[in-house]
C-alpha cells in the first residue's frame, strides 16, 4: 500500500517570519490514514519536527522558519513517503 499526502502552507500575513504546513494523508484508495508519523526536517539546518495524523488523517505544524524542507509520511503496512526539497 501507498500513502498520499497532501500539503498546505498559510503563511502569518503581518510578519511572514513563519508559516504553517497542514495537510491529509491518504492511502492508494483515497481513505484517510490515522497514526501516520509524519516528520519535517529543515534542508538548511536538519531541525526536525514531528506530528502524528488525528483520526482524519490531518497533521499540522506551526510557526515554521521559511526555508526547503524534507517532508517524511510513515505508517506501519504502509511504504514510506517523502518529498524533498518542499518550500
Given amino acids: 500500500l501507498f500513502l498520499a499526502v497532501s500539503l498546505l502552507i498559510t503563511q502569518n500575513l503581518f510578519a511572514q517570519t513563519t508559516a504553517n504546513l497542514s495537510g491529509i494523508v491518504t492511502d492508494g484508495n483515497g481513505a484517510v490514514v490515522a497514526g501516520a ?8 539546518n536538519g531541525a526536525e519536527r514531528t506530528a502524528t495524523t488525528n483520526e482524519n488523517g490531518v497533521y499540522s505544524f506551526q510557526q515554521l522558519k521559511p526555508g526547503n524542507y524534507t517532508v517524511n509520511v510513515t505508517q506501519q503496512g504502509f511504504k514510506a513517503l517523502q518529498v524533498k526539497d518542499f518550500t
Wanted: net charge neutral; aromatic share 0%.
Fill in 37 to 44: 508519523t509524519v516528520k519535517i526536517v529543515s534542508v538548511e
